[in-house]
């Protein structure tokens, strides 16, 4: 009898329901309890939920672990950005400058015109396709640079971090072009439509919602399918998988471009629910805090980074709120805790603890070892 390809379900039962209790939380609950100061607050921790999906695809399935996902994010908010300040720079707006119809910072260190590769980013359509296809074709450059040549694990990962502190270097020196350490600020309107109004910013919340489940449910496809399986097969045995006719490198570059994309939608979403784009959000230490929210979530579950980027986020907030002299050592101590106690994050919690509990007050009995794994 001929052998069946093993194959996984798309969505199961148990996947569902950490779906819809996602969606119920994200644009039911929070909306309901949270006034609109907060509720855009939120909506900027979901714009870093982006990264840690694509992380856990990277990293967790594929193991590919990437110390400068900032910079993908930061392009992506930076094309967004780009965009929506040469509509608030109109010769109007900017009457009062040397040189109407430039950015102001442009005008304020002496540039006379736009510099060539800002004048496309005046349609919103070449934004929209830049906003993916610059920090796709950096990650591509990056990947064939260092896959190719078998670079991975720790190497890899020191790599990524100079790049992200090249990158961030690069910015702030080209001021009169990126606006500096500053960053591209005093953004207004995105087709004459006010971004800055609360009603804006609630009804960018539930676009970035729904691009989040979009997101989410292209990451569950991924991770699902045969693709999914030999990126779990490379991570755990890479030579393994090589000597039986797979190009690795191929597979590797592929998930690392898939999770630069979702970076720079993030990226994007950030510059709309926030106002401004600036390094601070390229270099190594926002690199890292992904990295942390991807592990508190739980590294191998995509559902839990989500969650992971609200609670990481959240502490992060009150703590500084509360204690603003303390807030880092407890955003470290959150952290510790969390990979000390719950190596699998969250989602360990969930499905180790949580899950069984409520399986037997239920009446359902335990689940078979087997199947007690950290939620997708």
């Not at 949270?34 to 900027?44: A, D, S, Y």
């Amino acid at each position: 009898m001929q052998a069946q390809p093993f194959k996984q379900a798309f969505m199961t039962p148990r996947d569902m329901i950490g779906y819809a209790i996602l969606a119920a939380v994200i644009f039911v609950v929070f909306p309901l309890l949270l006034e609109p100061f907060r509720l855009n607050l939120f909506g900027k921790y979901l714009t870093y939920a982006f990264v840690a999906i694509g992380l856990v695809l990277c990293w967790g399935v594929g193991g590919i672990l990437s110390l400068g996902q900032g910079v993908f994010f930061g392009l992506g908010g930076y094309c967004m950005a780009m965009f929506l300040k040469l509509e608030a720079s109109s010769p109007e707006n900017t009457a009062i400058q040397s040189t109407p119809g430039i950015p102001d910072f442009m005008d304020w260190n002496q540039l006379s015109e736009l510099p060539w590769w800002w004048v496309p980013f005046n349609s919103f359509a070449f934004t929209l396709v830049a906003v993916i296809a610059v920090p796709v074709i950096f990650s591509y450059i990056i990947g064939v640079a260092m896959f190719r040549r078998r670079v991975g694990g720790v190497y890899f990962a020191i790599i990524t971090q100079a790049i992200a502190a090249i990158l961030t270097i690069l910015i702030i020196g080209q001021q009169g072009f990126t606006g500096g350490v500053n960053g591209i600020t005093d953004l207004r309107t995105l087709h004459g439509w006010d971004i800055r109004t609360d009603s804006a910013k609630t009804i960018l919340y539930f676009v970035n919602g729904a691009l989040l489940f979009t997101v989410l449910l292209v990451a569950q496809f991924v991770r699902k399918s045969k693709l999914g399986r030999l990126l779990i097969a490379m991570r755990d045995q890479e030579d393994r998988v090589r000597f039986s006719g797979y190009d690795v490198a191929n597979f590797k570059i592929f998930v690392f471009c898939l999770g630069a994309a979702f970076a720079a939608i993030g990226g994007a979403m950030f510059t709309l629910q926030v106002g401004f784009m600036s390094p601070s959000f390229v270099g190594i230490v926002p690199s890292i805090e992904m990295v942390i929210f991807a592990a508190v979530g739980g590294r191998l579950s995509i559902l839990g980074a989500v969650w992971g980027t609200l609670l990481v986020n959240w502490a992060k907030t009150t703590f500084s709120e509360s204690f603003p002299e303390l807030w880092l050592l407890g955003l470290g101590a959150l952290f510790i805790a969390v990979v000390m106690a719950f190596p699998n994050g969250l989602a360990g919690v969930w499905a180790e603890q949580v899950e069984p509990r409520l399986m037997k007050l239920l009446g359902r009995g335990p689940k078979p070892a087997a199947q007690a794994t950290p939620a997708e």
